[in-house]
């Protein structure tokens, strides 16, 4: 049976410096559909093949910003379905 390390011994999991769009949303403590409307536009991304990945320093410094109010993120308005996006003639 292997010897117990204590934890002042333990080493920490590396932050990574790229993280998918789920795991960013999760982080940041909102849904998929809120975290590419309202944080989305705010961050900095890398396409990586076909897949778009957070800067992880980016998202963090964004919210370390709205929790010091440094920066507010307006909610869009979204158009409701009484109003019609265009219209045909």
């Known amino acids: 049976m292997p010897a117990k390390v204590p934890d002042e011994l333990k080493v920490a999991e590396p932050t990574p410096k790229l993280m998918a769009i789920n795991p960013s949303a999760r982080r940041a403590g909102?849904?998929?559909a809120t975290f590419y409307l309202e944080?989305?536009?705010?961050?900095?991304?890398?396409?990586?093949?076909?897949r778009r990945l957070v800067v992880v320093e980016s998202l963090d410094a964004l919210i370390d910003d709205l929790r010091a109010g440094r920066r507010v993120i307006a909610p869009r308005?979204?158009?409701?379905?009484?109003?019609?996006?265009?219209?045909?003639?």
Request: a positive charge; charged letters at 30%.
């Open 30 to 32: 909102t849904s998929r």
């Open 39 to 50: 944080f989305l536009p705010h961050i900095e991304t890398v396409l990586v093949g076909r």
């Open 77 to 89: 308005r979204r158009a409701s379905r009484s109003e019609p996006e265009h219209t045909v003639r």
